[in-house]
């Protein structure tokens, strides 16, 4: 019964529908670094050899490329990692990957050399182990540390030494853009 009398009640008369407008906390929704850097077009150009295939990107690259076949072959990928990562601890991520005794209490630059390219100083990479190869470049741009790597078979990687090291040596960044 009660039921039926406010439903038939109602809210009492009728009312004046009032709009506002509250000024928004903030004038814009900004996209984060991340989507942002995951979307910006990469700072450089290449030349990369033909006979290497286009392939799918893993979670970690901006640009893939298959060498020989899948099951022994090589992988060359351009990715970017934060600058805190570290160079040395990059470089003994990748001796462990290929079965290489990590270098921190040695010298940590072996198997390594600087290289110049389009005018800036990269760490180029040669590490040869009992679970293959990597060829890698790494060379510092802004706040990111971008890598080329070559991982794989190492009869594959020895082939393809004079290749990759003209592929990264190929590397140009556009003028004025990147400091």
């Known amino acids: 019964m009660a039921a039926l009398c406010l439903w038939t009640?109602?809210?009492?008369g009728s009312s004046e529908i009032r709009e506002y407008t509250v000024d928004a906390e903030q004038p814009q929704l900004r996209t984060s670094d991340v989507l942002r850097r995951e979307f910006a077009p990469l700072p450089f150009d290449w030349s990369a050899p033909d006979e290497w295939d286009l392939t799918a990107n893993d979670q970690f690259s901006k640009v893939a490329w298959q060498v020989g076949d899948v099951l022994?072959?090589?992988?060359?990928?351009?990715?970017?990692?934060?600058?805190?990562?570290?160079?040395?601890?990059?470089?003994?991520?990748?001796?462990?990957?290929?079965?290489?005794?990590?270098?921190?209490?040695?010298?940590?630059?072996?198997?390594?050399?600087?290289l110049q390219v389009d005018g800036?100083?990269?760490?180029?990479?040669?590490?040869?182990?009992?679970k293959g190869s990597i060829l890698g470049m790494m060379m510092p741009i802004d706040n990111?540390?971008?890598?080329?790597?070559?991982?794989?078979?190492?009869?594959?990687?020895?082939?393809q030494e004079t290749v990759f090291r003209s592929f990264c040596e190929s590397v140009k960044l556009p003028t004025g853009d990147v400091d």
């Open 9 to 12: 009640a109602g809210c009492g």
């Open 120 to 130: 800036r100083t990269a760490t180029y990479v040669t590490f040869h182990g009992p």
């Open 72 to 114: 022994d072959g090589a992988r060359v990928t351009v990715s970017d990692v934060s600058m805190g990562m570290g160079l040395v601890a990059q470089l003994n991520r990748w001796r462990g990957q290929v079965g290489i005794e990590s270098a921190e209490n040695a010298n940590p630059m072996r198997d390594t050399e600087q």
């Open 144 to 159: 990111t540390l971008w890598v080329f790597k070559l991982r794989g078979a190492t009869s594959v990687a020895k082939d």
